[in-house]
């Protein structure tokens, strides 16, 4: 019996979680633009590719300092 | 990093925009560019380590227009910032911008790092469908106006008008609706689990169980009781106070009960109450408010004369040009309006050669001229050069908003309510109502828990929980399957005020005619010829001396003519008039007379008959424009220019005529009569040379007449009639662009689908009053147990869910059928 009412509030502690949870992605706007997310997941993230151009432009650089001297 | 302009012969795509470099091209970094616009943008970009943005798509850019600083200083006045700003405190604002040059995942990215090119921008975030940005910044740092040359500096130069201001009361109604569906559904999932015990058989002594249950079903009633239902209460109570019984009123009464005597039963533990049975009804209607509602994100149905003004005009003082808002506009500044800009106040002309485009405010579809001295109204556009005008009243005083404003006042009194349920539930709750009574007073005679268990399960289970969802299932998926062939209605409601229409009223210019098109033909005075009596160079030097016109008649000719010359590639027609021996000399233009110029050493003239020689024309048909040619003045032919008549046109009529009855008004002269004539019944009213009062009057003249109108138009002289009118449909070839207010817009490319859209919305109500039939059904199974009253929590926990989805199954279901049937899906 005991167990009953313990099981019972647990689950009902969780849903109201899960609603608590519902109501704030409501609040913080979540639901206003449905389209958008969905292409920015796929942008990438520019922190790989800011090294390698930067190592290119110096060595570049540096080639054509050679031959107009 | 050095860049140099090269010309060259190959085909190449501009990096950055994608078009097709012809002739000169820039090379910059490796790079090949269209214009000099394109290397900057891709210079800032390159400068702010901001290259990635050409990596998620290929040639993403947007060609910047000019961008002259001066031109949005108005930016920096309070009041117009005040108008724009979502947000402003001492630090920090916020602002929503409409860039309509948003198109691609790259822009996104792009306009989502707008920090890393003015440090006053603290973060951005783009909505794709609705083509905004919203960007939050420093005042101290950077200020709006510089946000906006940054923006258009780099191609997304935003629209700026003032009249996004509605959209926000939407947005938080609508986040209203999804907090009560998510508590509905909630408590409907956790009290049907907390009902199961009692329904498959709790042993009926442990008591202390089945009271715990129905405690906690009661707890999650409250909430569905107060909060979710509020609308409801408050709809029926406003319905009662002006004497309507609309649906709203047997919905409350049922909830108001369901809770009731749940809340009664629970308390004195004699029963297990229906909560279960409320958090499914509210959840279901809900839910159905959900579905009825379509937001289209960039159409508006309520736009005013705010919107279709510019937000800013120049103005010249002292020969100095600055620009400032047009609400600061006073009688006596002086402006300055350039080509195809609209005039913002009434104003004189001072300056320059006026010509007045008033089509979307009067219908009338030639320019008119107008001459110094003389005073030109609000609302038209200038098609030519650069006027200057003296402002006489203040743009709120002139004639334009006055008469926009005596439309406005034409309220259309039936709003959102929708005809069909209201009339069914008035009869609905009347029968109702006395079934219990009848059938309570009945019991009383035996027994007076039966008599109360009776009359309230009546009165619980004939909820009209099916009627009300029928409808919003059934026209809202009717509205979004218009929605998808671009038929774009603003309500459920204006669906079943289609089902009942039995006149159509047709505006002329821009509704039943193309607006963009026109047939040209070349009629040649010496007709041995006629088939090419024009040469190819002939051709080519005529597209030369017309290119140079910007009257629309010329424009209608170089397009017609780089059709003939060469019908893949007009641009290629550009340069070859560019260059030797197609040059122009000594151009001129005689406003109203017509244009000349020499090419190749001929003597091109174009215009009217006394300018170019009108030769031995025959008689001058009443529907036509001519443009008369002679070369070496030699009067050679004309050129006859007629309207274009919308595709499908005449299949529409045929279509029509049988259920309905026309009728043509147009604010634009007679010359078309007798083609109309020849299109439409013998019956059809024709009316022309009307102002769109007289548009407004004959509208309200023929619903005194009992008639039931749909009104057709695309322009300001429509809007009182569009108000005025049963249903009134905005047609257009340009759905981001103005239109009138109006319950509908429909995009000029499905103008021949209107009688189909006409033919589904009456099978839309015949799928309505099929599932009302259903829902009875459901109705009658119940009150067999109520009437007796046997109705337990478990017939009314089975019932209601049950009869809903199957509305909601059958009324999406047929309705998908049938517009297949009907070619709509």
């Known amino acids: ?69 | 990093m050095e860049s140099f302009r090269q010309l060259t012969t190959e085909v190449s795509t501009c990096y950055h925009c994608g078009e097709t470099i012809r002739g000169e091209q820039i090379v910059h970094d490796g790079k090949l560019f269209c214009c000099s616009g394109c290397k900057v943008v891709y210079e800032i970009l390159e400068q702010n380590n901001l290259c990635q943005y050409y990596s998620f798509e290929k040639s993403p850019g947007v060609q910047p227009n000019v961008v002259e600083s001066s031109r949005f200083d108005f930016l920096l006045d309070e009041n117009v910032q005040k108008q724009l700003l979502n947000f402003s405190d001492g630090t920090f604002a916020s602002v929503t911008l409409t860039v309509p040059s948003i198109h691609c995942s790259s822009c996104i990215w792009l306009l989502e790092h707008l920090y890393r090119l003015d440090a006053g921008i603290t973060s951005s975030q783009v909505d794709f469908l609705k083509k905004q940005i919203t960007i939050a910044f420093n005042k101290t740092k950077t200020s709006l106006k510089n946000i906006v040359i940054l923006l258009a500096s780099i191609g997304y130069e935003p629209e700026l008008r003032f009249d996004t201001i509605g959209k926000k009361e939407e947005s938080a109604a609508t986040r209203s609706l999804y907090y009560k569906i998510g508590i509905a559904g909630f408590c409907f999932g956790n009290s049907m689990l907390f009902s199961f015990p009692e329904y498959l058989g709790v042993d009926p002594t442990e008591t202390t169980l089945r009271e715990i249950f129905s405690y906690l079903n009661l707890l999650l009633g409250i909430p569905v009781f107060f909060y979710c239902s509020y609308d409801y209460f408050t709809s029926a109570i406003k319905g009662l106070r002006k004497g309507i019984i609309n649906i709203d009123v047997p919905i409350a009464i049922g909830i108001v009960l369901l809770f009731g005597r749940s809340a009664y039963e629970i308390l004195t533990h004699t029963g297990a109450g229906f909560i279960d049975s409320l958090c499914g009804l509210l959840f279901f209607l809900l839910l159905g408010r959900v579905f009825q509602s379509k937001t289209y994100d960039r159409l508006n149905f309520e736009r005013n004369y705010k919107s279709y003004f510019p937000i800013s005009v120049t103005t010249k003082k002292n020969g100095i040009e600055t620009t400032i808002p047009i609400s600061s506009l006073k009688r006596g500044d002086r402006i300055v309006i350039r080509n195809n800009e609209i005039i913002p106040a009434d104003a004189i002309l001072l300056r320059g050669n006026a010509a007045i485009d008033y089509s979307f405010v009067t219908g009338e579809s030639t320019p008119i001229e107008k001459v110094l001295g003389e005073m030109i109204y609000a609302g038209g556009k200038q098609v030519g050069g650069i006027i200057e005008l003296e402002v006489m009243k203040e743009v709120s005083q002139s004639y334009l908003t006055q008469l926009w404003n005596k439309f406005d006042a034409v309220k259309k009194e039936q709003g959102e309510l929708s005809e069909l349920s209201n009339t069914v539930s008035k009869y609905f709750t009347y029968a109702v109502l006395a079934l219990a009574t009848a059938v309570g007073a009945y019991w009383l005679q035996y027994d007076v828990k039966t008599a109360i268990n009776a009359f309230t399960g009546i009165l619980i289970v004939a909820c009209p929980c099916a009627l009300a969802i029928a409808i919003p299932f059934t026209l809202g998926t009717t509205l979004r399957i218009f929605g998808r062939k671009h038929f774009y209605v603003k309500h459920t409601s204006v669906i079943e005020s289609l089902a009942k229409i039995n006149t159509i009223v047709f505006d002329k210019t821009g509704t039943i005619t193309h607006l963009q098109k026109s047939s040209v033909e070349f009629v040649a005075y010496n007709s041995a010829r006629d088939n090419d009596a024009l040469t190819a160079d002939e051709k080519i030097a005529i597209y030369a001396v017309a290119k140079n016109s910007i009257h629309p008649l010329s424009k209608v000719l170089c397009d017609v003519l780089s059709e003939s010359v060469s019908p893949d590639a007009s641009s290629s027609l550009n340069e070859i008039v560019g260059r030797e021996p197609y040059t122009v000399e000594q151009f001129t233009e005689t406003v109203g007379k017509g244009i000349s110029g020499v090419v190749n050493g001929h003597l091109i003239k174009l215009g009217s008959g006394e300018f170019a020689g009108s030769g031995n024309a025959n008689h001058h048909e009443v529907n036509e424009s001519r443009v008369y040619l002679s070369i070496d003045n030699i009067p050679r032919g004309y050129f006859s220019i007629t309207n274009v008549y919308r595709d499908g046109l005449e299949t529409v009529i045929h279509r029509l005529r049988d259920k309905y009855e026309f009728a043509v008004l147009s604010g634009d002269n007679e010359s078309e009569k007798v083609r109309l004539q020849k299109l439409f019944p013998r019956s059809t009213e024709l009316r022309f040379n009307l102002t769109p009062v007289d548009k407004l009057d004959i509208v309200r003249y023929f619903r005194t007449l009992g008639k039931r109108v749909l009104m057709i138009g695309d322009g300001l002289n429509d809007a009182g009639a569009l108000m005025q009118s049963n249903v009134g449909i905005a047609v257009t070839d340009n759905v981001a662009q103005f239109t009138p207010s109006s319950d509908a817009i429909l995009a000029g490319d499905s103008f021949s689908l209107l009688p189909t859209f006409l033919r589904f919305s009456n099978i839309s109500i015949g799928i309505v009053i099929t599932s009302f039939v259903f829902a009875f059904l459901y109705n009658l199974v119940g009150l067999y147990f109520a009437v007796q009253g046997a109705l337990s929590p478990i017939v009314a926990a089975i019932l209601m869910p049950a009869s809903s989805i199957t509305i909601v199954v059958l009324t999406t279901g047929l309705t998908h059928l049938f517009a297949k049937r009907e070619g709509l899906l």
């Open chain 1, 1 to 69: 019996m005991s167990v009953l009412a313990l099981i019972i509030s647990c689950s009902f502690v969780v849903a109201v979680g899960f609603l608590a949870a519902f109501l704030w992605a409501v609040k913080s706007g979540q639901y206003e633009d449905k389209y958008t997310p969905s292409v920015r997941i796929l942008l990438d993230e520019e922190e790989q590719t800011k090294l390698q151009p930067q190592s290119d432009e110096i060595s570049t650089s540096k080639h054509l300092t050679i031959t107009k001297s």
